[in-house]
């Protein structure tokens, strides 16, 4: 197969690429280093079958050649990202969706959406099924992520009913490990890295909401076995153990052996209480679920982090 794979160059399009190589296949990687970064792609640049275009998804898009698949990845996806770039949130899972739609009907390929947990809001059920609705602030901070991502659902659900294209769509929720942005704001990377840099570890609000973590090589089987071998309807992948973000940073402190002091700071507002997928579809279609525990996921990632030494550590500036 050849595929294209927008927003390559970030934490899971590249993790994704390489997962799609490993298997044979080829891949166009597309990316506009928004929130991507070149480090992530470097081990692939020269390899014969990965070819990196770089482009905006939301500006008209057209690759030669036959595609067989194409799977939309590119956006800003962690909270600080999204308010530093509103505009181009809502673009890319407006006018990329779109795009890459279109691409996908002219290429006759499959097309795969990146959606996220983030459709539920802060939900009123849990664990969140797919058949949840969702209790999403619209006009809230994150509702230029929330919303663009529900549209880019009901566009990608429009093309396959109207025009009878091939899609898939999954739910990705909290994703963690290897080429996370060192400051992208997520709580994993956050802690790790205030923890190495022996700064105070953030802990928003009273550290009692929860989040259920995924290690990256997890998610990735998920998605490459949606991609293969799914169905049109919404796919939670994700892990179903949860913690609160008081344990996660309890976790971090003990597997770095920081001593770094813990500090509360007010909770972003519309911040889920709880989070966790029901992956009852998942297992049952894909005969797929997560195998790596957090702490085997988490002292991976801080090898990760220590590696990158302590200019890619740094604040952003
Ligand atoms: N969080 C925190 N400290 C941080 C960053 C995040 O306590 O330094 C909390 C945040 O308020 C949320 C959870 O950790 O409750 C997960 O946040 P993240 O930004 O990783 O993703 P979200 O699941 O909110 O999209």
């Known amino acids: 197969m050849r595929v294209l794979i927008s927003g390559a160059a970030g934490f899971l399009g590249s993790h994704l690429s390489d997962r799609f190589l490993a298997d044979g296949h080829r891949v166009v990687g597309l990316d506009n280093f928004i929130t991507g970064h070149p480090d992530n792609i470097a081990h692939l640049m020269g390899q014969p079958r990965f070819e990196f275009v ?3 998804i939301s500006t008209y898009t057209y690759v030669a050649g036959a595609l067989d698949g194409i799977l939309h990845f590119a956006s800003p996806a962690s909270p600080i990202d999204y308010l530093e770039h509103p505009i181009p949130t809502l673009k890319v899972g407006a006018l990329g969706t779109h795009n890459a739609l279109g691409l996908a009907l002219a290429k006759h390929a499959r097309f795969f959406l990146a959606s996220t947990s983030e459709v539920y809001g802060d939900p009123l059920m849990h664990p969140q099924p797919e058949t949840y609705w969702g209790n999403v602030n619209p006009v809230g901070p994150r509702g230029v992520y929330d919303e663009a991502k529900r549209f880019a659902e009901a566009m990608t659900m429009a093309y396959h009913r109207y025009h009878g294209l091939d899609t898939r769509l999954v739910r990705i929720f909290n994703t963690y490990g290897p080429r996370m942005r060192p400051r992208d704001g997520r709580v994993v990377s956050n802690f790790i890295v205030q923890a190495l840099s022996n700064e105070p570890i953030t802990i928003y609000g009273d550290g009692s909401q929860t989040r259920s973590f995924c290690y990256v090589s997890d998610e990735v089987e998920g998605i490459y076995a949606l991609f293969l071998k799914g169905d049109a309807d919404p796919t939670n992948i ?25 500090e509360y700071r007010p909770l972003p507002v519309d911040d889920p209480k709880v989070r966790r997928p029901d992956i009852t579809r998942a297992r049952k279609m894909l005969g797929w679920e997560p195998s790596v525990a ?6 991976r990632t801080i090898e990760y982090f220590r590696s990158l030494g302590p200019e890619r550590l740094a604040p952003r500036g």
């Open 54 to 56: 770089r482009h905006n």
């Open 294 to 299: 957090l702490r085997d996921g988490v002292a």
């Open 238 to 262: 994700g892990n179903p153990t949860e913690y609160t973000v008081r344990q996660l940073a309890e976790v971090v402190l003990e597997l770095t052996g920081s001593s770094a002091p813990i």
